[in-house]
């Protein structure tokens, strides 16, 4: 009597973990793939940012030197305090909103694999069921 791999239900289920494991580190790859080239964008922007900065107070380091009096260093310290605020909001807001993105996207080759996986054990156990 032959046995077809088909009708061991153990069979099946190696089948079955194998595919899901190789498609699993696919999806792993995937994502890690797109988290990395993320990152990259991250630290790129954050460079940018404190480049920026460091140019903007090299600046105002100048202003401050030639100030002709306290009033005057004064105003350009409360412009430099605002500035530096501003800068570092918005710059925190664009960093958070690509992280948002970046993990976003990564976690998207996962989550497409799990969500095959579900449908395909809901759809096994409503056979199963039958």
Request: charged share 25%.
């Amino acid at each position: 009597m032959s046995k077809t791999s088909n009708s061991n239900p153990f069979d099946q289920l190696i089948k079955g973990s194998t595919e899901f494991s190789n498609q699993y580190s696919e999806a792993c790859t995937k994502s890690t793939s797109i988290l990395m080239k993320g990152l990259e964008g991250i630290v790129e922007t954050a460079m940018s940012l404190i480049q920026s900065s460091t140019d903007k107070q090299a600046k105002f380091v100048k202003q401050a030197i030639s100030s002709k009096n306290v009033n005057e260093l004064t105003e350009i310290q409360s412009k430099i305090a605002q500035e530096n605020f501003d800068d570092f909001v918005a710059g925190l807001t664009k960093i958070s909103e690509m992280s948002v993105k970046v993990l976003s996207d990564s976690s998207e080759p996962l989550n497409s694999e799990l969500s095959k996986v579900v449908k395909k054990a809901t759809k096994a156990t409503s056979a199963a069921a039958a």
